[in-house]
């Protein structure tokens, strides 16, 4: 893996502290694609910058998005519980901020993005924070939701998904309510985007994380998220030709 860097992007929205983290190549001059990350319900920690280099280590700039404010760091479940649920039950405040991060991703100073190319991922709530940032209408040529929910509380957003959307999910899943496969399926294909869902056998939530540790609940799979990391690759790769 090159040597990647991990900078602090701090910024305001509504008079509140945000402060995200990027990552990049510091020895790379020119422009690169860039990747709007958003964490697990966690929200910005230690797991989630080595994700977030590894990722880069392939030829991107990479923020993983606060979305919480700069004062809020959980520390265990129920300050995670508390901080994710106010923003999953206001998709409005909560597109707002993933929309500021969008925008400090390609406004920082610190690594070249090209704006042509840009994409989302993340994990957990994160991928709820992905697909929901593509309903924006974001200019996002993928968004990829790992082992994420993907309920939206108005699915003619989808018509505003102006790139192709991959889940990754697990299909022992217990957290991510098996109704809402088809309702997604559905909400797709409505808005006629360019989506995929993988789902792998035996895997449950937080398949690609290494603390994972619940059996039959919340468990990490290497051979899943060395699967899953590759489909978002070979999306990536595809998106961003030429």
């Not at 409005?92 to 920082?108: G, I, N, T, Y």
């Not at 709820?128 to 974001?138: E, H, S």
């Not at 993907?150 to 697990?170: C, E, F, R, W, Y």
């Not at 978002?232 to 961003?240: A, G, K, R």
Request: hydrophobic share 40%; proline share 5%.
């Amino acid at each position: 893996m090159s040597q990647i860097t991990v900078r602090s992007v701090a910024y305001q929205l509504d008079g509140q502290s945000f402060e995200s983290r990027l990552a990049f190549d510091a020895d790379h001059k020119g422009p690169r694609p860039g990747l709007l990350m958003a964490p697990n319900w966690m929200g910005i920690s230690a797991g989630a910058e080595e994700i977030a280099k590894s990722v880069a280590s392939k030829g991107y700039v990479v923020l993983i998005a606060d979305v919480y404010g700069q004062s809020v760091r959980p520390q265990n479940g129920d300050e995670a519980g508390a901080a994710m649920m106010p923003l999953k039950n206001d998709r409005a405040l909560l597109r707002k901020r993933l929309q500021a991060a969008f925008e400090q991703l390609q406004s920082q100073g610190e690594a070249a993005v090209d704006t042509s190319k840009l994409a989302t991922f993340g994990f957990c709530f994160g991928g709820c924070c992905a697909l929901d940032l593509a309903r924006t209408g974001a200019p996002v040529k993928a968004a990829v939701s790992f082992h994420g929910s993907l309920d939206s509380p108005n699915p003619a957003d989808a018509n505003n998904i102006k790139g192709s959307v991959l889940v990754l999910h697990g299909a022992s899943d217990p957290l991510v309510p098996k109704e809402q496969l088809p309702a997604f399926e559905n909400e797709m294909n409505a808005a006629g985007v360019d989506w995929q869902l993988l789902s792998y056998g035996g895997a449950v939530h937080s398949f690609t994380d290494p603390h994972a540790n619940v059996p039959g609940k919340m468990m990490y799979d290497a051979k899943t998220a060395a699967r899953a990391f590759t489909s978002m690759h070979n999306l990536l790769d595809e998106v961003f030709k030429g």
